[in-house]
Each structure stands twice: as structure tokens, then as C-alpha cells.
């Protein structure tokens, strides 16, 4: 579009105390040759009317906002998606984050450099043309997976008007939860154990005319992307050629998942030649559920007795009907749940143990005392988790004088000549050794997930079929536990109930109708163009100029989400609906052929170019620090708000993710300069934060080519770093970054400053 221009100061939140606003307005004026407008409080209703009357009565369509920080009023200033606005942070990073006393012309030079930025950023910035499918988007959604986790996502979806073709594995709908005698209380008063809702949800799956059932069926291959899925299937139990095991190093993937290692696209040309037709699909819910963890390696617990069971086998034999005793069909009388290995691991659970085994204890001790009022449960355990209301579950069991809970350490579990088990445990909470004389043994066998092996989805994708990373999550098939629920690695690829985490059935049932939601919403946003969670609504997406690319494959292999295949020819091929929109293949690219309309390499580097750096005091070094909008801006911003301080020579630029950081403008603000540069963004490894999973580690390694680059030339690697900090530690940014501008000071300007 023809861009009309015009920037606007507001003196309000102690910005006009701060910044001489005249002097302000005439470098907007003079330096960036915009037009340049003061008022005292842009975000009131007067200061709206301002902006709108320069929009309808002069044609203004890109503006420049200098007032508070872009995370907060966003309503007051969106005139519209027709139009450009660019906010420049005055109030946090300028008029919040200096003391009253601080020196006037270093306050000044600050708040110029923002606004500065904030104009070449207006002038770099087109407006986004959303992406479309060319074969329009699917609205089908695929549950994978009958228990409760895939019937309740099933009849969420339906019930929301959306179709579904739910696939399950076995013959029949259900999963584990058919064989349950009871379920955990899900209401006040928490002691009252419930019937299974599971038949209640197999008839209404049956009932509802908008759900498709395929039984004994399973997924063979997974392509396209989100809006448009091809999906076909396989009997189940049965081998197909793209079954491969969930961990294989990236060459031995090429050659399982695309071919040969000299064509590594033959497999994939060959899977979609053959396989033309499949079923499409708008989004993918997976609801495998888990499987019961090995226990047959405690072999001291007597697992080859018959009458030694897992907590599963149990369950199972407590649905038929009255217990008896595996071997010889008596009567259970007595049961020791145990809920720890023992031994010398006596202070470790079980594989996958979890607050779900505990409860499960303590539901199964209540059918030893439902099938024979004597009966007598045993529950030996290390940790026992009964999170939240299900505490007065844990209470009513301990009431009960036939259940009796004790922390112990079991040593041995042998089996006498007429079938009955002896239970050999010590350090108890009576401090003294117990033993016990039981019908059965039931052994707390943790909940695996069922992506902990197996590619259950089979990507076809660059990347593999798996999910990727899963050792991170011991096999879960998440993004990330706590900030992003439902979410996996592959953007429209969404899990619920044990394959997610381990959860009882209210629980599921929460985390399959969330994913049902993610699933709508994901193929909902690609019909409009824009882009999920994180970045929700974003109408960008990335562009390549292909005529430059050195087929190097690292935006390939380093986007966190599969969002990008090869072609035939081994060039990059965009899947626009997989991408989150997080720039990681911006920052990979070393050709610096990808950017978004909205944020690219040329608009970043101009940025910090359009930071003034003196040469002639050696008093005003300029820092500049590259900060992720996710978790460090908004430490920053609550920083500013407590006053706690931040230098003012340094200029702080938001980037989407870390990972998003191209080392040219880490190159090009040395050599124009800068003193130093920091990356201040989330934090990596096995409890990372980063909302697009790898940004910060991808920064962290590419900052090892950097530091070798300043060493060739002269530099100090220390002027240049990359930190960590979490959304909550506001608190230790002003010793981050003002213990990082000191070090430099010592070291004194850079050397290439004035060339």
C-alpha cells in the first residue's frame, strides 16, 4: 500500500516529566520525515479522536505510536487490520526505568533511538495478505483412540456441529475403562466411589449422526498440514511400510521415512503416489491412552507368582465380578497393594507412578472390602498423591478399619505351598518391621504413554514421523505441560487424557474437551489466514526468496514445529498452516532469504542501525539487547512498573522468539558501534519456558559462531551475551542487564566505534 505517515507523543505516565517532548517531536519531524503530534493522554477518548480524525479526514494509514508499552492498551490504539501501528515503549523503557535524577541529555538520546526505531520500523512494515488453501480448508476432525479420553472429544466436537471419524484400534469402544467396576468420586462429598460413565458416552458416539466409527483400525500415515490432512489407515495389528521405531538417528529417519539415502524424497513421492485418496482432515486429537508400565524386573516381589498382579490386571478382574485368586479361583480375602519396588530403590516409585496409582489403591482396597466385609487391604507405600478433593478420598479410606495404610520398604514377597503370598517390608511409620500373610499381590505399575515407542500419528514429515523430543516429557506427547495444554510439537496435532499426562476420568474428560477446542480453533484459524497460539491471529507468515537459497537445509531441520518440508528438488517447501510464526528459520537462514511482511532481517537490522551511537564520548556507549516478547519483555515491563532501573544506554528491541535472532544484526551492530548485545529471552532445557519450545537453546549455540567471529576480529567475546529469565523474575533484569552494561564500561568503547 502507498503508506501516509504520522507519529504521536503522549506526555502522560510521567513521559513529559522525563522527555523534553518538543525536542522529541523534532527529531520525529526532521530525522524520519513524519508528521508529529503531542497530546497529554493519547489513550483517552480526546486522544483517539485525534488519531481517527487524521485517518478518515487525512488518509493516515500507518502510525506511530510513542506512549506505553505495545503489551498493554492494545484496544486503544487498533485502528483497524487496514492499517499499520507500530508502538514505541516511552513509558517502561524510557520514563519509568530512569530515577528522577537521572542525567537529562542520556534520558533524551534514549527516548530519540525509540523513537527512531519505532519510525523505521513503520517504514519497513507492509501489511500481511493472509494465507489461504488453495483447496480450502477441511473442518473433519480425527480422533484417534475409543476410551473416554476420544469418546468425550468425539462428542465435544460434534456436539460443537463439526464431523469426526473416530479410529480405534480394537474391536470394540471403550479402552481400559470398559473393564472398570468404579470410578473416582467427581463431586462432594469426595468419599463416594461412582459408576463408569463409559457406556454413556460409547451410545452417544453411536447416537450422533456427526461421528464416524472405523474399530480395529489404526493410522498407517499422517500428511499435509493443518486444514488439510490426508490420512489413510491400516488393519489393526498389522505392518505397513512406514512404521518405524519412535527414537532412529536423522539419517537412519530419511532412509525409514523418505527412502534412499541418495533420494531422500523417493519414499515420500512414493507414499503419495501410491496413496492419492485417503481421508482429509482438518485437525488430528489423539487419545491413544497409556499402557501399564514393565514391572517383571522385581522379580524379589514375586512376579512369577500368579497371584502377583498389576494394579491394571486387577482392575480388569474386579469388572468381572467378585475377586478370586488367580491360581485357584478362592475367595480374596486379603490384598497388599504395593506402590514401590523396594529393595535397595526403597525411596522410588514404581515406573510412571503417579496421584492416578495412588488413587488407585485406594479405590481397588475399597473392593476388597465391598467383595467380603472381613477383608483386609494393605497399602505399603513411599509417596502417596491424592491432590486437591481427592484428600477426603484419602481420609474416608483411612477410616475405614479394614484398609489399613502404612509407609514401608518391601524387601521380598514369596509364595507358600497352598498359593498364599507372604510380605516382607520394614522401615514403617511404626519404626518397626511388618509382616503379612496375603491371597494377593497387586503392584502399582505406572501409566506409559503410548507415544513412549511408537509413531501412533506417522508424520509424514521432513522431520519424522514422531512428535519429537519425547524424552523430554518421559514419552508425553505435549508441547509444553503447563503453558500450552493440548498442544504437541506439530501444529494441529492435539493430545488429551494418558497419552498427554496421567489423569483420572474428570480429569480426561477437561483435557478432551480442551483438545477438541485447540483442534476447532486451529483449523477455524487457518480457514481465516492467521496463526495459533502463541502468536494467535497473526495474518503473517514466512516468505522465502527461493531464487537464493543454498538448499543448506537448517530452517528445515531447526523449525520447532515441522513447519517446512523439502520438494522434489530437496528445496525448502513452506507448510504456512503448520507455522506458529515464531522466525526460527529467519534466524537459521544464513542467506537471510526468509522474513514475515511485519518482521524480517532488513527491518531489524535497520532498526538497530537507526540507534545513534556516539563516537566522540567515551561516557555514551550503546548497548543493544534483543529481547523475546514472550517472557523477558514482560519482566522487563513489570521492572519498569516497581522503578527498579534499568541503564539508559542501552536500547531494548522485542523479537518474536530467540530463535528468531539472524547473528547478522549481531555482526552489523558491532561493526556499527555498538558497544555490546545482549539476547535476553526464556528459559531452555528439561524445565524450559519458551513458548516455541527450542528458541533459546537454537540462540544459545548459534552465539558460539559469534563469539568466534569477534575473537578474528579483536573484539572481547564478553561484549556480546545471551541470558535467561524467567516471566516472573522481573526483579533480576535490572541486575542482568546493568551488570552486563558495567562489565563493558570497564572494558571500555568498542574499537570499530567512528569507522
Not at 519509568?96 to 534514549?110: F, G, H, L, R
Not at 497473526?538 to 527461493?546: A, Q
Request: charged share 25%.
Amino acid at each position: 500500500m502507498d503508506k501516509k505517515y504520522s507519529a504521536y507523543l503522549c506526555t502522560g505516565c510521567g513521559i513529559g516529566d522525563a522527555v523534553d517532548m518538543e525536542a522529541l517531536s523534532g527529531v520525529v519531524s526532521s530525522e524520519m520525515n513524519m508528521e508529529c503530534k503531542t497530546h497529554q493522554a493519547l489513550c483517552s477518548a480526546d486522544g483517539r479522536t485525534l488519531i481517527d480524525a487524521d485517518i478518515n479526514d487525512s488518509g493516515i494509514n500507518t502510525v506511530v505510536i510513542g506512549a506505553c508499552s505495545p503489551r498493554v492498551m492494545q484496544d486503544e490504539f487498533d485502528f483497524g487490520d487496514d492499517k499499520i501501528t507500530i508502538r514505541a515503549n516511552l513509558r517502561e523503557q524510557v520514563a519509568w526505568s530512569n530515577p528522577a535524577d537521572a542525567d537529562k541529555e542520556y534520558v533524551q538520546e534514549q527516548a530519540s533511538d525509540y523513537m527512531r526505531m519505532g519510525c523505521t520500523q513503520a517504514q519497513k512494515s507492509e501489511l500481511p495478505d493472509p494465507f489461504q488453501l488453495e483447496e480450502g480448508t477441511n473442518k473433519k476432525i480425527l480422533v484417534m483412540g475409543g476410551g473416554v479420553a476420544g469418546l468425550t472429544a468425539a462428542n465435544e466436537a460434534a456436539a460443537a456441529g463439526y464431523e469426526v471419524t473416530l479410529v480405534e484400534k480394537s474391536d470394540i469402544l471403550g479402552g481400559k475403562a470398559v473393564n472398570w467396576r468404579q470410578s473416582f468420586p467427581t463431586k462432594a462429598p469426595w468419599t463416594d466411589m461412582e459408576t463408569p460413565i463409559v457406556n454413556d458416552l460409547i451410545q452417544a458416539v453411536q447416537d450422533s449422526d456427526k461421528i464416524t466409527v472405523k474399530t480395529a483400525t489404526e493410522v498407517a500415515r499422517t500428511s499435509g498440514a493443518p486444514g488439510n490432512y490426508n490420512v489413510t489407515y491400516k488393519q489393526a495389528g498389522t505392518k505397513s511400510e512406514w512404521d518405524a521405531p519412535a527414537k532412529v538417528g536423522v539419517d537412519e529417519q530419511d532412509a525409514i521415512d523418505k527412502g534412499t539415502m541418495e533420494d531422500p524424497n523417493a519414499g515420500l513421492k512414493h507414499y503419495m503416489d501410491d496413496n492419492p485418496e485417503g481421508e482429509k482432515f482438518g485437525a488430528v486429537i489423539m487419545a491413544t491412552g497409556w499402557t501399564p508400565a514393565d514391572v517383571s524386573e522385581y522379580e524379589h516381589l514375586g512376579v512369577a507368582s500368579q497371584n502377583v498382579v498389576t494394579n491394571a490386571e486387577f482392575e480388569k478382574m474386579a469388572g468381572q465380578g467378585k475377586i478370586v485368586r488367580p491360581s485357584d479361583g478362592k475367595p480374596v480375602e486379603s490384598v497388599a497393594f504395593v506402590q514401590s519396588p523396594g529393595g535397595a530403590e526403597h525411596d522410588k516409585d514404581f515406573p510412571y507412578c503417579n496421584s492416578v496409582t495412588s488413587l488407585v489403591a485406594l479405590k481397588q482396597a475399597k473392593y476388597v472390602r465391598e467383595d467380603n466385609p472381613n477383608g483386609k487391604a494393605y497399602i505399603l507405600y513411599q509417596h502417596m498423591r491424592t491432590p486437591g478433593s481427592m484428600e477426603l478420598f484419602y481420609k474416608a479410606a483411612q477410616n475405614d478399619d479394614g484398609i489399613f495404610l502404612t509407609k514401608a520398604n518391601v524387601m521380598k514377597v514369596e509364595e507358600g505351598a497352598d498359593g498364599s503370598l507372604s510380605v516382607e517390608a520394614e522401615d514403617t511409620l511404626l519404626n518397626e518391621n511388618l509382616s503379612l500373610n496375603v491371597d494377593m499381590v497387586v503392584l502399582a505399575a505406572g501409566m506409559v504413554p503410548t507415544t513412549k515407542d511408537a509413531n501412533v500419528v506417522n508424520l509424514a514429515y521432513r522431520q519424522g514421523p514422531s512428535l519429537i523430543d519425547l524424552d523430554l516429557f518421559d514419552g508425553y506427547a505435549d508441547s509444553h505441560f503447563i503453558c500450552f495444554p493440548y498442544e504437541t510439537r506439530r501444529t494441529g496435532v492435539y493430545a488429551c487424557g494418558g497419552v498427554r499426562k496421567a489423569t483420572t476420568v474428570d480429569e480426561t474428560i477437561d483435557d478432551a474437551t480442551g483438545a477438541a477446542l485447540k483442534a476447532i480453533q486451529c483449523f477455524e484459524s487457518a480457514d481465516r489466514g492467521v496463526s495459533v497460539h502463541p502468536r494467535s491471529g497473526d495474518k503473517t507468515y514466512p516468505e522465502f526468496f527461493m531464487q537464493r537459497c543454498t538448499q543448506c537445509k537448517r530452517c528445515t531441520e531447526e523449525c520447532p514445529f515441522g513447519a517446512i518440508d523439502d520438494d522434489e528438488k530437496g528445496t525448502p517447501l513452506p507448510n504456512p498452516t503448520r507455522c506458529r510464526r515464531c522466525g526460527t528459520c529467519m534466524g537459521a537462514c544464513p542467506e537471510r532469504i526468509i522474513g514475515f511482511k511485519d518482521y524480517n532481517v532488513d527491518m531489524i537490522g535497520s532498526m538497530v542501525k537507526a540507534i545513534e551511537v556516539p563516537d566522540d564520548d567515551e561516557d555514551k556507549l550503546r548497548f543493544v539487547v534483543f529481547v523475546c516478547e514472550n517472557d523477558a519483555y514482560p519482566a522487563i515491563d513489570m521492572a519498569a512498573m516497581r522503578r527498579l532501573g534499568i541503564s539508559n544506554l542501552v536500547r531494548i528491541i522485542p523479537v518474536r522468539c530467540l530463535g528468531s535472532v539472524n547473528m547478522v544484526w549481531i555482526k552489523d551492530a558491532m561493526s556499527a558501534g555498538m558497544d555490546g548485545a545482549m539476547l535476553l529471552g526464556c528459559q531452555y532445557g528439561d524445565d524450559y519456558q519458551c513458548h516455541f519450545v527450542k528458541g533459546s537453546e537454537l540462540a544459545d549455540k548459534r552465539m558460539v559462531n559469534i563469539a568466534e567471529t569477534m575473537g578474528s576480529l579483536g573484539l572481547e567475546v564478553e561484549r556480546v551475551a545471551v541470558t535467561q529469565v524467567a516471566i516472573n523474575e522481573y526483579h533480576k533484569i535490572p541486575e542482568i542487564i546493568n551488570e552486563f552494561v558495567e562489565e563493558i564500561v570497564e572494558m571500555g568503547p568498542n574499537p570499530f566505534k567512528g569507522f
